[in-house]
Nanobody
Framework: QVQLVESGGGLVQAGSSLSVSCAASERTISNYAMGWFRQAPGKAREFVAA????????NYADSVKGRFTISSDNAKNTVYLHMNSLKPEDTAVYYC???????????????WGQGTQVTVSS
């Protein structure tokens, strides 16, 4: 069973930095691709970033490239999304997800956390 537990998030001003975390089992982080998606009110859930620790690869949406960094802490079995230079358009519920595949397609990610709200004020 794959369980993902997010933490972090909150309300910040534009230009600020914030990190969100996703705790999972060592087996999950070792064997699955881990990703972050976000969903703003009235919009579809969209891919943000992904990491596959076993392959040493990451991927980012164009909208966050250069501002967000996804990382994995092996000792803590936690995946982080570090967000810099936040913009009001980054406001959304951020979800951690896991998949056995390597894809940006939300439909191919079967395991999800409960989500955490990130709000960026202008």
């Amino acid at each position: 069973q794959v369980q993902l537990v997010e933490s972090g998030g909150g309300l910040v001003q534009a230009g600020s930095s914030l990190s969100v975390s996703c705790a999972a089992s060592e087996r999950t982080i070792s064997n699955y691709a881990m990703g972050w998606f976000r969903q703003a009110p009235g919009k579809a859930r969209e891919f943000v970033a992904a990491i596959k620790r076993s392959a040493g690869i990451t991927n980012y949406a164009d909208s966050v490239k250069g501002r967000f960094t996804i990382s994995s802490d092996n000792a803590k079995n936690t995946v982080y999304l570090h967000m810099n230079s936040l913009k009001p358009e980054d406001t959304a519920v951020y979800y951690c997800a896991a998949t056995a595949l390597w894809s940006t397609n939300v439909a191919l990610w079967p395991y999800w956390g409960q989500g955490t709200q990130v709000t960026v004020s202008s």
